[in-house]
């Protein structure tokens, strides 16, 4: 079969097409023929290998050389103990633990998948598991009357995010670059903010902060709280990090405001909710761009660059 694999760590030029050996589905797991794998920061870290964390399991060499979690199509084969899903079955999923999105076949275990709601296409499909879980989970605080500022809103978590806290009946900022003011806008932001020209962290404080892209420091993350107010992360550098699970911490239990990191749970358990809703159209899924199995490269250079309006998707 046709994938798209690595051997080393670096820039999207390290990737290439290879035929390698179909895989074979184990005890519990499904072979899928893939349809569509969309995107993820996940995908950029693993291919880069920073942040640090990026590179556990495969210190000096990627663990996996396809890359691809958020995948959607068909059952091609199931393996032993298999009884959810058949042989033509069309499913979707967050496939993190075994990667392999970026090829014709992928293997994933039955945990990590559901059915494919009818009324989503594949390429439709393959945006939410990990973007819908970590929105879901990141704005489940968001309540009417509050502030909730969502850093990073314009990409994929971000675009499901302000609808999410938008429906909440929440009042919701959303932050990135100047390229993407008018697409927040259209998802529901209240107002939006240019991160190259505006401060967020001076604005008016807010009662829930969900940052996508953490890079500042976290007394700056303080100040934009309200008393009250808690402020989570969603990956970030391995400094950045740290510091909002240490300092962030300490200065919380003095001050009142709750830093910490989003732990996002993984599993149909936490995107189909968002799936559902994605179904009967009360939430949009925003593809910026699709492009084919051998223009892999591409799709993450792409997403690399920071000009995805929502999610970038590869299909097969």
């Excluded at 999207?12 to 179909?22: A, G, H, M, Q, S």
């Excluded at 184990?26 to 942040?51: H, K, Y």
Aim: proline share 4%; charged share 20%; hydrophobic share 45%.
């Amino acid at each position: 079969m046709k994938a798209v694999v690595y051997d080393r760590y670096g820039q999207p030029d390290v990737l290439r097409v290879e035929e390698i050996p179909k895989p074979s589905p184990g005890a519990n797991q499904v072979l899928i023929e893939v349809a569509a794998t969309s995107l993820n920061l996940s995908d950029w870290e693993g291919l880069t290998g920073s942040p640090g964390y990026a590179r556990i399991g495969g210190l000096r060499a990627p663990r996996r050389r396809v890359l691809g979690s958020d995948i959607a199509g068909r059952v091609a084969a199931v393996g032993s103990g298999v009884t959810r899903f058949r042989v033509n079955d069309e499913v979707y999923g967050d496939n993190m633990g075994l990667l392999g999105g970026f090829a014709e076949f992928a293997v994933a275990p039955v945990t990590a998948l559901a059915h494919k709601p009818a009324e989503l296409t594949f390429a439709q499909a393959s945006t939410l598991p990990q973007a819908g879980a970590i929105a879901l989970q990141g704005t489940a605080r968001a309540r009417r009357g509050q502030r909730v500022l969502i850093n990073g809103a314009g990409g994929g978590s971000g675009s499901f995010a302000i609808q999410l806290a938008k429906r909440s009946g929440a009042h919701v900022t959303g932050v990135d670059n100047a390229a993407k003011l008018d697409f927040m806008r259209g998802l529901g932001a209240d107002e939006v903010v240019d991160y190259t020209t505006s401060d967020f962290t001076r604005l008016e404080p807010f009662d829930l902060i969900l940052d996508l892209v953490a890079h500042r420091s976290v007394f700056a993350y303080r100040r934009a709280l309200a008393r009250g107010g808690r402020y989570l992360c969603v990956g970030g550098t391995v400094r950045s990090v740290l510091r909002v699970v240490t300092v962030g911490a300490a200065l919380g239990l003095v001050t009142g405001r709750r830093l910490g990191l989003l732990i996002a749970r993984e599993g149909p358990a936490y995107f189909q909710p968002v799936a559902e809703r994605c179904a009967t159209g009360e939430l949009s899924i925003n593809i910026d761009r699709t492009f084919p199995l051998h223009e892999a490269a591409r799709a993450l250079t792409y997403l690399g660059e920071g000009r995805a309006l929502g999610k970038v998707v590869v299909t097969g």
